[in-house]
């Protein structure tokens, strides 16, 4: 795939999530996509989960970001690379999580085959709230 059409796809995923429209989030995904967590090592897949995440736990996330900067984007034939500086209100003042989203894109259907999201703990307990518990163990061996 063309990089620039890539990044033109990540670009409609992010802009949709910011925007909190779910449907266009998920226009953007394949029918089965995985969304990883390192260095945690963890994973939620599938399109009930991921469809869940975003029509319940992203709504509830979204309002508790009181800022953000997209800090660089690199972008291949295969894959986009963002970095991000996140401020998340955690209830006790904001906290600031800096974070790496790899966006594969499946070659087939040109769609994204979900995320690779490299960040501590702490932001992906407040990305997933009670979603956490749903992760499963990828195996780095």
């Given at each position: 795939?063309?990089?620039?059409?890539v990044l033109a796809l990540c670009h409609e995923h992010a802009s949709a999530?910011?925007?909190?429209?779910?449907?266009?989030?998920?226009?953007?995904?394949?029918?089965?996509?995985?969304?990883?967590?390192?260095?945690?090592?963890?994973?939620?897949?599938?399109?009930?989960?991921?469809?869940?995440?975003?029509?319940?736990?992203?709504?509830?996330?979204?309002?508790?970001?009181?800022?953000?900067?997209?800090?660089?984007?690199?972008?291949?034939?295969?894959v986009a690379l963002q970095e991000y500086r996140v401020d998340v209100d955690?209830?006790?003042?904001?906290?600031?999580?800096?974070?790496?989203?790899?966006?594969?894109?499946?070659?087939?259907?040109?769609?994204?085959?979900?995320?690779?999201?490299?960040?501590?703990?702490?932001?992906?307990?407040?990305?997933?709230?009670?979603?956490?518990?749903?992760?499963?163990?990828?195996?780095?061996?």
């Amino acid at each position: 795939m063309d990089p620039a059409a890539v990044l033109a796809l990540c670009h409609e995923h992010a802009s949709a999530e910011a925007a909190q429209e779910m449907d266009r989030v998920l226009a953007t995904l394949v029918p089965h996509p995985r969304f990883e967590f390192f260095p945690l090592a963890g994973a939620i897949s599938g399109w009930d989960a991921i469809e869940r995440f975003y029509r319940e736990q992203y709504p509830r996330f979204a309002p508790s970001v009181v800022g953000y900067e997209l800090l660089q984007e690199w972008t291949n034939e295969e894959v986009a690379l963002q970095e991000y500086r996140v401020d998340v209100d955690t209830g006790d003042g904001p906290v600031t999580y800096w974070v790496m989203s790899m966006m594969p894109v499946d070659e087939e259907t040109g769609l994204l085959t979900g995320e690779r999201v490299y960040s501590d703990d702490g932001f992906v307990r407040a990305l997933l709230g009670p979603m956490y518990e749903l992760l499963e163990p990828i195996s780095t061996r």
